[in-house]
């Protein structure tokens, strides 16, 4: 039997819903995944939820035909091609953007909890002074593609244009310039 054969049976059973197939396709591939998420600023918790929606997705995309496997293989790397955007897309949303990581925030105690409210205000007051001040300790190219970026609201494909720089090294520059203004920042504090 010859590999495309194999992965015409393998489809076949999944859209009958061949409980052992979709086990093995499941454990196969989730380690994987999970070590990729991991590696890329995720928890085990988050490998497993976008894991799930990615093997719901295939399962769905196999059932209507939207995917054709090539090889035995394919339908593995498509799972994995899919957990891999699904999760990238995650870290670009808003969501994971306001999401602030406690233990790096473990210098600020607030032990009052009636003075929570007041004691938050005052502590994020704190945070953004500390922050402009950084700011003004970075250099101007910093500055300039930073307050691009944050302030007036222009994509990097923009920024890059205006800087005259490929897409690729505008992102580069912005990571080092925001690394160097929490290092600044943190300093400070």
């Not at 499941?26 to 380690?31: C, D, I, K, T, V």
């Not at 939207?66 to 995650?90: C, E, P, R, V």
């Not at 704190?126 to 950084?134: C, D, S």
């Not at 007036?152 to 690729?168: F, G, Y």
Request: one cysteine or more; glycine letters at 2%; a positive charge.
């Amino acid at each position: 039997m010859n590999t495309e054969t194999e992965s015409t049976q393998i489809i076949e059973l999944i859209k009958i819903n061949d409980e052992g197939v979709l086990k093995t396709l499941y454990h196969s591939n989730f380690h994987k995944i999970e070590a990729f998420i991991l590696k890329n600023s995720g928890t085990k918790e988050q490998a497993k939820d976008i894991f799930q929606e990615a093997f719901i997705a295939v399962w769905k995309n196999v059932k209507t035909n939207k995917f054709q496997a090539q090889t035995n293989h394919s339908i593995n790397g498509y799972l994995y091609t899919i957990s891999k955007n699904k999760w990238m897309d995650y870290l670009r949303s808003k969501h994971h953007k306001k999401t602030v990581v406690t233990s790096k925030l473990n210098h600020f105690e607030i032990s009052d909890k009636n003075a929570l409210d007041k004691d938050d205000d005052i502590l994020k007051e704190n945070r953004l002074q500390g922050v402009m001040e950084a700011f003004k300790s970075l250099g101007l190219p910093c500055k300039n593609l930073l307050t691009k970026f944050y302030f007036e609201k222009k994509s990097m494909n923009i920024i890059a244009k205006e800087l005259q720089l490929d897409p690729a090294s505008a992102r580069n520059k912005k990571y080092r310039c925001m690394k160097k203004l929490r290092e600044l920042a943190l300093k400070d504090n």
